[in-house]
């Protein structure tokens, strides 16, 4: 057995499950104690930051995942540069959040937004930068500290009376998450100064046009329906949504911890040619995740009548249906993911990229007709069939990367 293979899936498994059951926990304690408005505005905005932080990380923590852990001269520099350029985006995020405020309202109008969406950028970069070195510790870090301040400020407001509002979540959140980066992205490089200097910017930005390209078409293709949904119904119908995916998150953190745990490794048998091990790696990573997803969504609709006045305290009795279209999308979402994580090991970022920017096409142009057909769940349908299209360009693309050379070739 590969020991610190399995110990790093094992710190990797933390990380995301903290992050899972924290997001559960929020959702739960926004929908029983907040109503549909706080949760609704809660998914917007957690989404909002995710789609900023992935922006953020095509034009930088991507050039992170091929280098070795090694701490080399060069890795340094490149951390220079990417440190500084995280700094600027992070700014930029949140002046930007705060000038869209007043312009879209109640109930998204809610100032905590703007230090959760450069919080979680700074967060995101810190955990990215700890696992490219293969030091998953701090990445588990920062989940624990974001986990321990969310849940004990809402616990704190609770005692005091406090009402449940989204705005607390996002300001406890964001502070949370930008100090703990902050701090690990300190720990793990003292005395790093960033780099200004355009000529280094200059190149990395022009290895950044594929990943950008496929990091904005991955959010469409994976996030889309928060904003066409909160368009087509309202906050609530988006909560409604939401609320049916909430608990199958935990089944799926499992590809995330393969993720965290295999980069280091994918980049290690890809560097030596180990193709062989490089597919029985990725295959397992997506084959075991996609599997629990569907048991325990299975189950979930099976028994959701019970379910739901558990956990929703009676609401959303009727998403039973929709529990079953999620469970499909997200065990597709299981081999999206890793067939994603294996081509970026592999360098492959320009075929990582056209099968997000293919899947983003196709769900942009059927998302609104399955809304009109069925609204909200249609959203999923139109998920689904992206989905399956963005598996199929994939696994083509790994199978040409890993097929044998011939002497003499040169295709990294």
């Known amino acids: 057995m590969n020991w610190p293979f399995l110990r790093r899936y094992i710190l990797a498994f933390g990380d ?61 520099n490149i951390e220079r540069a990417l440190l500084a350029a995280n700094i600027l985006l992070a700014g930029l995020a949140a002046g930007l959040t705060l000038a869209a405020l007043p312009l879209l309202g109640a109930p998204l109008a ?36 974001v986990a321990l301040v969310v849940v004990g400020g809402m616990g704190l407001g609770a005692a005091l009376g406090l009402p449940a509002t989204a705005n607390q979540v996002l300001v406890l959140a964001g502070l949370a998450q930008g100090g703990a980066g902050a701090v690990v992205l300190w720990r793990l490089s003292p005395g790093l100064a960033p780099d200004w200097a355009g000529r280094r ?39 409604a949504l939401a609320a049916a995916q909430t608990l199958l998150r935990p089944a799926t953190l499992l590809a995330g911890a393969w993720g965290g745990a295999a980069r280091s490794a994918l980049a290690r048998l890809g560097h030596a040619q180990d193709h062989a091990g490089f597919a ?15 048991l325990l969504g299975g189950g979930l609709a099976l028994f ?20 079953l279209l999620w469970t499909v999308t997200m065990a597709i979402s299981c081999f999206v993911f890793v067939f994603g994580v294996a081509l970026q090991a592999l360098g492959r970022l320009d075929a990582a990229a056209r099968s997000d920017i293919a899947a983003a096409g196709v769900i942009a142009a059927s998302m609104p007709v399955a809304l009109w ?34 002497p003499g070739s040169n295709r990294r």
């Open 280 to 294: 029985r790696l990725v295959t397992l990573g997506a084959l075991g995740p996609a599997l629990v997803t569907l």
């Open 16 to 76: 995301q499950g903290l992050t899972a059951l924290l997001s559960l926990f929020v959702s739960l304690w926004l929908i029983r104690r907040g109503g549909p408005e706080e949760f609704g505005a809660y998914v917007f905005w957690a989404s909002t930051a995710l789609v900023v932080s992935t922006f953020a990380g095509s034009l930088t923590s991507v050039h992170l995942h091929r280098l070795r852990p090694a701490p080399l001269e060069g890795r340094r």
């Open 201 to 239: 910017w200059r190149a990395l930005l022009r290895r950044s046009l594929w990943p950008l390209a496929g990091g904005m078409a991955n959010e469409v293709a994976t996030r889309l329906y928060v904003f066409l949904v909160a368009a087509w119904g309202g906050t609530a119908a988006m909560a």
């Open 304 to 323: 959701w009548p019970w379910v739901s006045w558990a956990a929703y305290g009676g609401r959303y009795a009727e998403l039973a249906p929709v529990v």
């Open 110 to 145: 809610v100032w905590g937004a703007a230090l959760l969406v450069p919080g979680t950028l700074i967060g995101i970069y810190a955990r990215v930068l700890a696992t490219s070195r293969a030091r998953l510790e701090p990445a588990l870090a920062i989940s624990l500290i």
């Open 373 to 406: 057909l069925l609204p909200p769940p249609g959203a999923l349908l139109a998920m689904i069939l992206g989905g399956l299209v963005q598996v199929a360009i994939q696994l083509r693309a790994l199978r040409v990367a890993l097929r044998p050379r011939h």
